[in-house]
């Protein structure tokens, strides 16, 4: 039922920019945190950034000031806006969506590459 699809990744050269999105369906009633995670080769899957359903936001430290996290409830959909891009940046990047029921539901999206050449 619910489908998260990711967009906006790429080709870019440090110091460039790219905006990703993810637009979240199927949950009527939306979600209690939506973030961004990434996968770099050879390393594991890492929190980038989150937004809270009250709009708190947390990012991880080598990101912090560089990248922001935002939402659209008109369209639900999440955006990454990334800044200041470097080559240890580069990895698949996954949309993630949780809400509380009974315990923690948590979809992910496909995920989409960013590639950031020196």
């Known amino acids: 039922q619910v489908q998260l699809v990711e967009s906006g990744g790429g080709l870019v050269q440090a110091g460039g920019s790219l905006r990703l999105s993810c637009v979240a369906s199927?949950?009527?009633?939306?979600?209690?945190?939506m973030s961004w995670y990434r996968q770099a080769p050879g390393k594991q899957r890492e929190l980038v950034a989150a937004?809270?359903?009250?709009?708190?936001?947390n990012y991880t430290d080598s990101v912090r000031g560089r990248f922001t996290i935002s939402g659209d409830h008109a369209t639900s959909t999440v955006y990454l806006q990334m800044d200041n891009l470097r080559p240890d940046d580069t990895g698949v990047y996954y949309c993630?969506?949780?809400?509380?029921?009974?315990?923690?539901?948590?979809?992910w999206g496909q995920g989409t590459q960013v590639t950031v050449s020196s």
């Open positions: 993630n969506a949780l809400y509380y029921y009974d315990r923690p539901y948590i979809f």
């Open positions: 937004i809270g359903s009250t709009g708190n936001t």
């Open positions: 199927g949950r009527r009633f939306g979600f209690d945190v």
